[in-house]
C-alpha cells in the first residue's frame, strides 16, 4: 500500500515556476513507476510527466515539454515536478500517481495507476 501526499501547488503568475512534491508513506518508492497528471475544470485527466522507478526514463506531455521536469528519490520516497515559464493554460489540480512496474517502464495514462494523492491546486495569473 503506498500513500501519496502532494504539495507546493499556489498562485504564481505567468511565466513564473513552482516546484511539486510528492512525497509517498507507508514503503519504498521502489518498484513504483510514478506519473503527474493535472484535470481542469470540465477537462479529462491527462499526464503532465512519467518516470519510470528506476528513473532511467521519462516522459512529458507535448504542452509541457522544454517546460517542466520530473525527478524522483527512491530513498526519500519523493518524486518532485519542477515547474518553469508557466502559462495560464497550466492551471489545474495536479495529482500525484504510483504503480507497480518493471524498472524502466514509463507509464503515461491514468487507468493502469493504482494509487493517487489528493491533488494540489496550481493556478498561474495573466
Known amino acids: 500500500q503506498v500513500q501519496l501526499v502532494e504539495s507546493g501547488g499556489g498562485l504564481v503568475q505567468a511565466g513564473g515556476s513552482l516546484r511539486l512534491s510528492c512525497a509517498a508513506s507507508g514503503r519504498t518508492l521502489s518498484g513504483y513507476a510514478m506519473g503527474w497528471f493535472r484535470q481542469a475544470p470540465g477537462k479529462e485527466r491527462e499526464v503532465v510527466a512519467a518516470?519510470?522507478?528506476?528513473?532511467?526514463?521519462?516522459y512529458y506531455g507535448n504542452s509541457v515539454k522544454g517546460r517542466f521536469t520530473i525527478s524522483r528519490d527512491n530513498n526519500k520516497k519523493t518524486v518532485d515536478l519542477q515547474m518553469d515559464n508557466l502559462k495560464t493554460e497550466d492551471t489545474a489540480v495536479y495529482y500525484c500517481a504510483a504503480r507497480l512496474a518493471s524498472p524502466d517502464v514509463v507509464t503515461t495514462t491514468p487507468g493502469p495507476y493504482n494509487y493517487w494523492g489528493q491533488g494540489t491546486q496550481v493556478t498561474v495569473s495573466s
Open positions: 518516470i519510470s522507478w528506476s528513473g532511467g526514463n521519462t
